[in-house]
């Protein structure tokens, strides 16, 4: 049984960092890929971020330059660094992956920046 859990959200200011990651059971972050999805109240849910089983990454442009996708393969989890966080960014984070043709998605974690 495939789960993801995020965590690390929190509420910063403008111009801050905090770091996402979403632990994975059920099969092995380096033999998948996995994205990082957002969803802000009101708006429909968007691809921030990639990471495939080669380690090939791809952000959207409004992230480019201050996210970080990556994969910690000893703890099994897909971390998000962002820096100079905007209110823009203010979202909930979901970690998404597809194993044997099913979609699996973690049950989000808020992040929230005040300007």
């Known amino acids: 049984q495939v789960q993801l859990v995020e965590s690390g959200g929190a509420l910063v200011q403008a111009g801050g960092s905090l770091r996402l990651s979403c632990a994975v059971s059920g099969i092995t972050v380096r033999n998948n890929a996995f994205d990082w999805y957002r969803q802000a109240p009101g708006k429909q849910r968007e691809l921030v971020a990639t990471?495939?089983?080669?380690?090939?990454?791809n952000y959207r442009d409004s992230v480019k330059g201050r996210f970080t996708i990556s994969r910690d393969n000893p703890r099994n989890t897909v971390d998000l660094q962002m820096n100079s966080l905007n209110p823009e960014d203010t979202a909930v984070y979901y970690c998404h992956t597809k194993s044997s043709w099913r979609d699996y998605w973690g049950q989000g974690t808020q992040v929230t920046v005040s300007s």
């Open positions: 990471i495939s089983n080669g380690g090939w990454t």
